[in-house]
Structures are given as C-alpha cells and as structure tokens.
C-alpha cells in the first residue's frame, strides 16, 4: 500500500514534471467529467468537469488491469483525488459488472481512504475508445463508466471510511507497448 501511496503522489499535480497537454487536463476536447456521491468524513456530491478537473489513467505497475486518477477542488479550496483501479480489466476491453479498487486521497488533508480490494465496488458498464496511437506503441483511450460501493473506502489508520455510493467518469488513459486489443473483437464474441 505504501508503494501505491508514493506512486500515486507522483502522478498527482504537484510531482508532475513533463506531461503532454492532453493528460494534463484530460481529455482533449472539454467532455470529460467525474461525479460522485461520497458520504461519511467527506460528505460530498462531486460534479467536477473540465477545465476544473485533471485525469489520467496508465496500466496498473503490474500489468493487470488500468488505473484511472480523477483530481479537483472541493467547495472548501482542499484538494481531492479519485483513483479507480479495475485489476481485470484490460486495454480496449469494455464489460459489465466489473470489480473495481478505489482509493480516496484527501490531499489537502493528508488522508488515504482504499477499499483494499475490488470485492467492494463495481463498474457498472465501463467503455473504452481508442482515440490516437500506432498499435506497437503508446496509445491513448477514452474510458467511461459508471458504477457504485458496497463498502466504504476505509483510512489507512482506521479512523475513518468514506462510501461512495455511486459515480460516473469519462476520462483518458495512455496505454502502449504491446498490442492493443480491437474493441471490435468484443463485439462478435
């Protein structure tokens, strides 16, 4: 978990170095946007869209599955960030009813909610769009999807949880050095 925490601060705003313009603010064309419904120690309705809004997204480090990180301002100026990581959800795959971790970051605040396994939250319906890339190399996708917990998002220490009752997101992700799958392929399946 502590490896997850230092990675996922590096690819944060503030540990940015050099980062196309796209993954900087999303996704290219304006459309993208996070909502979600979060009660317990953060009680809040997110409806965040861009220009407002900062996502990514890239493969999990060991291969299975995406990361996809959501970051904007809370009413009160604190910074929040969303991390959806779908361990069996591969590149250019779309599905239903697929498992999904997600990690809370307050980091304003400095405190790290994580459902410490993808048993308590769920992709509704997630797609995904290929948007640019040579198919041996780096490419970047459209991700969408909706979804809900069972489960609240727990603090690393314990003290206290958020449960998001549901969300919705259109991001981005760039993923590349082997081949892509063709989402097309899904759909004679």
Known sequence: MIALVAMLALAGPQGATESPPVAASCLGDG????????????N????????????TGMMRPDGLGLRLRFAGSLPD??????VFAPPRLAEGENGRAVPVNITVLH?????????????????DEVTQR?????LDGPRLWEV??????TEPARS????GSVLITRFDFLGQAVLGDTPAVNPTDDAKK
């Open 107 to 123: 980091e304003s605040a400095g405190r790290i909610y994580g459902t410490r396994g993808a048993q308590r939250c769920t992709l």
């Open 156 to 159: 690393l220490d314990e003290s």
């Open 144 to 149: 969408q999807a909706r979804g809900f917990c």
């Open 77 to 82: 100026g604190s910074t929040l960030a969303i």
């Open 44 to 55: 809040v309705d997110l409806d965040w869209h861009q220009p407002e809004l900062t996502c």
């Open 31 to 42: 459309r993208g946007f996070l909502t979600a419904r979060l009660r317990g120690e953060l």
């Open 130 to 134: 290929l948007l640019s890339g040579p």
